[in-house]
Nanobody, 116 residues
């Protein structure tokens, strides 16, 4: 069974930092890309970043480039999202995602709140 469990969210002031973790299980970690998405009430879920389990290549949304860094530990089967210089507009529930055999799997999310 594919499972994704996010953690690390919290309340931080503008300009602060957080590190989110996504613990994955139930699939071959090296064979898939895992992504971070975020969603605020009334808005569509948006892609933030993703990393390939095979070669470690990464992608970022323009809104987080230079501030967020995604990484993975293939032994721990965990993907991290280091977030720096946080802004109030980064406030959202952050989810990690993997697509396996055409099925989207999501964690329950972790809330990040950036106070101004």
């Amino acid at each position: 069974e594919v499972q994704l469990v996010e953690s690390g969210g919290g309340l931080v002031q503008t300009g602060g930092s957080l590190r989110l973790s996504c613990a994955a299980s139930g699939f071959s970690f090296d064979d898939y890309a895992i992504g971070w998405f975020r969603q605020t009430p009334g808005k569509q879920r948006e892609a933030v970043s993703c990393i390939s389990g095979a070669d470690g290549s990464t992608e970022y949304a323009d809104s987080v480039k230079g501030r967020f860094t995604i990484s993975s530990d293939n032994v721990k089967k965990t993907v991290y999202l280091e977030m720096h210089s946080l802004k109030p507009e980064d406030t959202a529930v952050y989810y990690c995602n993997v697509v396996s055999y055409g099925i989207d799997y999501w964690g329950k999310g972790t809330l990040v709140t950036v106070s101004s």
